[in-house]
C-alpha cells in the first residue's frame, strides 16, 4: 500500500518530490497526487495517529460507489463455467449483460466485471495451515515419475510405479513399487502399507484417480467411490476423502513427500540397474528406512522417532483377517438358472432369469447381487471348464422333484407299475456308459403313466419287449400313440407275460415278416 502518511510527513518537512519518491518507493507523479489532493481536501500534517494509510486513501481517493451499487455477477457460477471448454470471461460478460438487460439492472463494465472475478479468486487462493494430531490421517497418492526394470533376457526397459503413503502428523512414508496403477495394485498398496503402520487412521486423503472414485456417478458436490474402494475402507473402518481434482494442497504432506521420494530414494537410485520388481522394492526399502530415520531439518527428531513416540500407539488395530481384493462383473442369468464366470457356471435363484446381477469374485468366492441385495454364494470353482455349482434351492419345484430320483428310486417306481415297466426301465438305465445318463428317458415314462395311465404304460411296454429286448423311451412313446383309441388290458396273459410261457424266446408272426395273418 501507498505510504500516505510519511508522503505527507516528509512533505511538511520540505523535502522535494524526488526525495519523498526514493523514500516512500512511489513515483513523483503519485507524490504529486497525493499532496495535491490534501491541499484540495484541507488536509495537512500533523494527523490523527489513527489516521492510517488504509482511512488516508479512503479520504484522498474515495472509490467510484456507482460501480459497487451495480449488480454484481455471480462468482460461484462464473468459476465453474470457466472450467468448462471455449467458455471465457468476455462471453459470460456478454450472457451477464443480457440478464441485467431482461431485469432492468445496471450492469458492469467489461474491465470491472474482469477486475472483481480477479479479486475473488484471489480470495480463494488463500491457504490456511491446518495441525493434524498424532494417529488422524494417511494420505496416498502415485508418484510422478516411474521407476524402471530391465528385462535380463531381452534387455526391455519398463516402466514400474511408485505408491506412496504419508501420515501426515509424522511424515512417517511407506512406500512400494508395482507394476501398475490398475484396481488391484491400488488395494494391495494400501493392505500393504497399512501392514508397514501397524495399524490405520479414522480418515484417508487419495489422490481423485479413477482407480478410487467413479467419476461417471459423482459429480461437484458429492464423490462416488469405486465399489471395491469402498469395500476396503469399510474392512478397515476408515472414511475416505477424495482429493479435488488438480487440488494438490488438499493433500499437501504427499505432494511434499512425493518431491522427497524423488530425491532420495528415485533419485539416488537412477545409477543402479534392477532386473526385477522385488530387487527393485529391495533398494528403495534400504532407502526409506533412511529417509524415515533421518531428522527433519527443524526439529531434533526424525519421522521415525516421532511416528513410535507420538503416532503409532493412537492408531487403531488392524482387523483380524486383512481386506480380501474382489472384482466385480456384470452377469445376464440364462435360462438354466446360471451365470457364467470364468467358464464356470454359478445358480440364482430361477425367479432371476434374463435378469443382469454384479458379481463379486474373489479367490474363494463367489458373489452375485441384484439391486445391491446378495441373492446366490458360492465357492470358486477352478480346474477344467464347464464346471456347475447348483443348490437346489435355487431350481423350480419340478426341476427338484427330478434331481430327488435316482437309479434305484426309477427301479422301485417301476416295479410298482409291472414287471415289463420294471424290465424297460432297467434296460434303459444300463443302456448308457453311466447311469446318470438315462435318467431324462427314465422321467419321460414317469410322465408317461401320468398322462396315459399306469396299466397303459404297462401294456405298452409288454408290446415293445415283444419287438426288442431293452426298448428306448421314444418307441414307448410312439406305441403309446398308436395304442392312443385302444382300452386298457388288464388280462394276465398281456399285462404280466410270464417269461416261462415262452420256452422258444420271442415269436414274431407271420405279419411281422409281411406275410398274412394266419
Given at each position: 500500500?501507498?505510504k ?23 513515483s ?22 489513527d ?23 455471480d462468482?460461484d457460477?462464473?468459476?465453474k463455467?470457466?472450467l ?24 458492469l463494465?467489461y474491465s ?5 472475478i ?34 535380463p533376457d ?8 511408485v ?5 501426515t ?6 512406500v ?18 497399512f501392514?508397514?503402520f ?7 486423503v487419495s ?7 467413479n ?5 461437484w ?8 474402494y ?15 481434482v488438480r ?69 487403531a ?29 454359478y ?15 474373489t ?37 427338484q ?34 447311469e ?8 419321460g415314462?414317469?410322465k ?19 419287438y ?6 421314444k ?19 398281456t399285462?404280466t407275460p ?11 408272426g ?9
Open positions: 500500500m501507498t500516505y502518511r510519511e508522503i505527507l510527513r516528509l512533505k511538511s518537512l520540505g523535502f522535494s518530490d524526488r526525495n519523498i519518491a526514493h523514500s516512500c518507493s512511489v513523483r507523479n503519485t507524490v504529486a497526487k497525493v499532496t495535491k489532493r490534501a491541499a484540495e481536501i484541507n488536509l495537512s500534517w500533523p494527523l490523527d495517529f489516521m492510517t494509510d488504509s482511512a488516508l486513501e479512503e479520504l484522498l481517493f474515495p472509490k467510484d460507489k456507482s460501480a459497487t451499487n451495480r449488480r454484481m455477477p462468482f457460477y462464473i468459476r463455467e470457466l468448462r471448454n471455449g467458455v471465457n470471461k468476455k462471453l459470460l460478460w456478454m450472457e451477464y449483460c443480457e440478464e441485467c438487460r431482461i431485469n432492468g439492472e445496471e450492469p463494465m470491472q466485471f474482469c477486475y472483481y480477479q479479486k475473488d479468486e484471489e480470495k480463494r487462493r488463500a491457504t490456511m495451515h491446518i495441525q493434524r494430531k498424532p494417529g488422524e490421517q494417511i494420505e496416498v497418492d502415485w508418484a510422478g515419475d516411474p521407476a524402471h526394470i530391465i528385462d531381452t534387455g526391455e526397459i519398463t516402466d514400474v510405479w505408491f506412496v503413503g504419508v501420515l502428523y509424522s511424515q512417517y512414508a511407506f512400494k513399487a508395482y507394476m501398475d496403477e490398475k484396481t488391484n495394485n491400488w488395494i494391495k498398496a494400501h493392505i500393504q502399507m501392514e508397514f501397524g495399524g490405520v487412521t479414522p480418515m484417508l489422490d481423485n484417480c479413477t482407480t478410487a472414485v467419476h461417471a456417478k459423482s459429480d458436490y458429492t464423490t462416488a467411490l469405486n465399489t471395491t469402498h469395500e476396503m475402507a469399510e474392512h478397515y473402518n476408515l472414511a475416505i476423502v477424495p482429493a479435488r487440488k494438490p494442497k488438499d493433500k499437501p504432506n504427499v505432494e511434499g513427500s512425493v518431491g522427497k521420494i524423488s530425491t532420495w530414494i528415485t533419485a539416488a537410485l537412477r545409477n543402479e540397474q534392477f532386473f526385477s520388481l522385488s530387487e527393485l522394492n529391495t533398494a528403495i526399502k534400504e532407502k526409506l528406512d533412511a529417509y524415515n530415520a533421518r531428522k527433519f531439518q527443524k526439529k531434533e527428531c526424525s519421522r521415525l522417532s516421532l511416528f513410535l513416540g507420538e503416532e503409532m500407539p493412537l492408531l488395530p488392524l482387523p483380524a483377517t486383512p481386506f480380501e481384493l474382489a472384482e466385480w462383473k456384470q452377469a445376464t442369468v440364462q435360462f438354466n438358472y446360471h451365470i457364467v464366470v470364468e467358464k464356470m457356471f445358480s440364482v435363484p430361477y425367479q432371476y432369469i434374463k435378469n443382469k446381477v454384479d458379481v463379486r469374485i479367490d474363494t468366492t463367489i458373489e452375485i447381487f441384484y439391486n445391491h441385495k446378495r441373492i446366490a454364494s458360492h465357492r470358486r470353482l477352478y480346474g477344467r471348464g464347464g464346471q456347475y455349482s447348483t443348490i437346489t434351492e435355487h431350481m423350480p419345484q419340478d426341476h422333484k427330478y434331481l430327488e430320483w435316482n437309479g434305484d428310486r426309477f427301479r422301485r417306481w417301476a416295479d410298482s407299475i409291472g414287471i415289463n415297466t420294471s424290465k424297460v426301465v432297467d434296460g434303459i438305465l444300463t443302456s448308457g456308459r453311466v446318470q445318463q438315462s435318467y431324462r428317458s427314465c422321467m415314462l414317469l408317461l403313466a401320468e398322462k396315459y395311465s399306469p396299466a397303459k404304460l404297462e401294456q405298452a411296454c409288454t408290446k415293445a419287449l415283444a426288442s429286448g431293452k426298448p428306448s423311451y418307441s414307448i412313446n410312439n406305441l403309446l400313440a398308436a395304442m392312443k383309441g385302444e382300452p386298457d388290458s388288464t388280462s394276465d396273459d399285462v410270464k417269461a416261462e410261457a415262452r420256452p422258444h424266446g420271442i415269436t414274431r407271420a405279419r411281422y415278416y409281411g406275410g398274412k395273418k394266419s
